[in-house]
């Protein structure tokens, strides 16, 4: 039987990118997708298109780190369609900035849309998804394993997001299926014009997942392995694969793992001293320079 056909999907962020790949992947399965953005006009385009390929998909507009909007999400949706079979926690944003220069009202609001999220919408389906023994699947990224230079609010809201779906799967396995996905970067059209404030940072910083050293993954193939994930109960699904490997040896060796964290920055040496790290940000600040006695960086570090 399949595994998806009449099931009731839920995906947010579900008007573009990858929650549009994974609903497009759903329909295609037979499942009746719920489709929730924020934007009213990109949600209509996205439902009409997967209407028009005979898709069963109704668009619900809503803003999920509204607390008393997503309760109201979750009784729209049973009503509309039934019981909710499947969760998938897709919304998410990013940022660039330095340690030394990102400001409490950053870390908040990113944190609000990176892992508030997803509690709003888990708590509100939640009753739906241990009656109907469904999965919940929390999109988060690489950063929801480990740090990476200069996307300090980003990161601290998807590591949250991970020990939040740590605790969720301990605590409801095995009567809700409940996954993390931690993607590295997607193949985009917008590479490298998405941060356009980023002037005091290395080129670096605009490119994808801030320049690390991995390939760009397709959404579309993602999707599918979502999906797949979902049908296996498994419990993770981390690309690329050997992501794994350096977390592993993190977890065993933080020294080691910063270390090779910094090589896959592309830093001229394993230890970047701090002065030399705002140096080559070009940093300007006067909190990062106070009591540092400043030196110029050697050539190559900001490659």
């Known amino acids: ?56 998909c109704v668009g619900f507009p809503c803003d999920v780190t509204d607390e008393r909007q997503t309760r109201d999400l979750a009784r729209q949706i049973n009503s509309r369609l039934g019981p909710i079979g499947v969760l998938i926690n897709n919304v998410g ?48 990224s690489l950063a929801s394993k480990t740090a990476w230079p ?14 939040y779906t740590h605790q969720l ?25 998405r941060y356009g404030d980023t002037q005091r940072l290395p080129l670096a ?33 981390i690309v690329p694969f050997r992501a794994r490997l350096l977390f592993a040896v993190a977890q065993i060796s933080p020294r080691l793992g910063d270390w090779l964290l910094r090589r896959m920055a592309g830093a001229a040496r394993a230890h970047m001293d701090p002065v030399d790290f705002f140096e080559s940000a070009q940093d300007t600040s006067q909190t990062a320079r106070e009591g540092l006695e400043l030196h110029q960086p050697p050539a190559n570090l900001a490659k």
């Open 1 to 56: 039987m399949n595994f998806w056909h009449g099931k009731v999907v839920v995906v947010t962020g579900g008007s573009a990118g990858l929650g549009l790949e994974i609903a497009r992947a759903a329909a295609s399965r037979g499942a009746q997708l719920a489709l929730v953005a924020r934007d009213p006009q990109r949600l209509g385009t996205a439902v009409t298109e997967l209407t028009g390929t005979g898709a069963s």
């Open 93 to 140: 944003a990013s940022t660039r900035r330095a340690v030394i220069d990102a400001e409490p009202d950053e870390y908040r609001r990113l944190f609000e849309i990176n892992f508030m999220s997803a509690v709003n919408t888990t708590q509100a389906c939640l009753p739906d998804l241990v009656r109907q023994r469904g999965s919940i699947v929390n999109i988060g």
């Open 150 to 163: 200069l996307i300090a609010p980003y990161s601290v809201g998807k590591a949250a997001l991970g020990a």
């Open 169 to 193: 799967r301990l605590e409801l396995s095995p009567r809700v299926h409940v996954m993390l996905v931690c993607p590295g970067p997607f193949l985009r059209s917008d590479t490298g014009v």
């Open 205 to 237: 910083a605009q490119l994808p997942a801030a320049g690390a050293r991995v390939a760009k993954i397709r959404p579309d193939w993602l999707a599918r392995k979502i999906l797949r994930g979902c049908e296996r109960n498994r419990a993770e699904l």
